[in-house]
């Protein structure tokens, strides 16, 4: 079956349409699926209007993409991320409803988590997904359990948070890591990968201003030492609580 999207028979008028080589002027006609075109100056072009945002949902939008140059295919699913971001956040604040203290709590971790990860590298997704879905078992937990232990927490967050990634059709391996990282990330392991240390600290660090531990200089600087690997979460913990 032809990708309806590169069927003319569904195109609108602006779906063909022209620029200016900035080299010498001359208009290049682009089709809107276009990846590149090249001008007769020989000046290659890349498509400015070019949107793959199908290949989030298409079954066979990976073998699409697969057709791009190499600087396209990173701009491509660095959209596609950053659209799963936005849609695992949307399903955090509706599973929290009006419980504005966990939605800010998951908020503030998704934000320190991506000053580590700018830092330190780590994948995007698999680090904010679980920054947003960390602690999305403590509601479901308290029901069954009462007043959940963390371990309560985890075991039902990690089966809420893998029911919403698939919802969301997200690939299996960034769903199954994500997964793992929330149903043990108040419990390190002797060795933990960069993408779970990173949700591990930026959690500290929310929890440290949320616990009242920043008032107490000498159980902050434990803290640090005991938790923290990350050259830039240690810097950042440093920061944030006047450590010398």
Sequence with gaps: ???????????KPDDVFEISCPKCGYGVEFFKFDAKRKCRCGHV?????????????CPYGDSCIEGLPEEMKAKTREEKNNRLRERISSEMR??????????????KVAQYAEEILKIEGGHP???????YL??????????KYGSASEEDQEKEGKTIAEDILIKLNIQRGIVNEICDIIGHHHHPRTRETLNFQILFEADWLVNMQ????SKDPKKVEETIEKNFRTVTGKNLANELFNQA
């Design 134 to 143: 960390h602690d999305i078992g403590i509601t479901e937990a308290e029901k």
């Design 210 to 213: 949320e616990n009242g531990l």
């Design 1 to 11: 079956m032809r990708c309806p999207g590169q069927d003319p028979m569904f195109w």
């Design 125 to 131: 997704l698999v680090v904010l997904g679980a920054a």
């Design 45 to 57: 072009m890349v498509n400015p209007k070019i949107d793959f945002g199908c290949a989030e949902w």
């Design 94 to 107: 509706k599973h929290f409803g009006s419980d504005t203290k966990r939605i800010n709590h998951a908020l």
